[in-house]
């Protein structure tokens, strides 16, 4: 199962420590797996994200990228759930760079709750990703109904 909500968001591309063209930045909001009714109830208030640093590894090969994240989840149905989620960074023509999992999960939102989620992302990348950039983070989740 897979819903697709595109949001803008302020970002830079790790090449320079300024904002992209907001017009060209997206956060992707995606589904994968979730009990029938689920899909539809959480939704996603704001989010915020910005590759702000690229931070030489030791290898000529690889860089790692990191940057703040925030994230306001809400469960618009009148029970409780449970999601997990990770963060998938994309960029030019949609290529995956690498994948982020946020630390304390599940998140548990309970009925018409708003959960923030906010931390630093770290990920893996050649020093290519100046050039191409980051243009899209996808926020991919997993619900459930809780155990009573």
């Known amino acids: 199962m897979l819903v697709g909500l595109l949001l803008a968001s ?14 060209s930045l997206h956060t992707e909001w995606v589904v994968e797996s979730a009990p029938e009714g689920l899909i539809e109830r959480v939704v996603i208030d704001s989010v915020f994200w ?25 469960n618009t149905g009148e029970q409780a759930l449970e999601m997990r989620y990770d963060l998938r960074f994309l960029e030019e023509g949609g290529f995956l760079v690498d994948r982020f999992i946020p630390f304390g999960q599940p998140v548990r939102l309970a009925a018409g709750q708003q959960t923030r989620q906010e931390g630093r992302f770290v990920i893996r990348s050649s020093p290519d990703i100046g050039r191409f950039g980051l243009l899209t983070m996808q926020i991919v989740a997993r619900m459930l109904l809780p155990e009573p």
């Open 10 to 23: 302020a970002c830079g591309d790790g090449s320079t420590f300024g904002p992209r063209d907001p017009a």
């Open 50 to 74: 910005n590759p702000a640093a690229l931070l030489p590894t030791g290898d000529d090969a690889v860089v790692e990228v990191e940057g703040p994240y925030l994230i306001l989840f809400r």
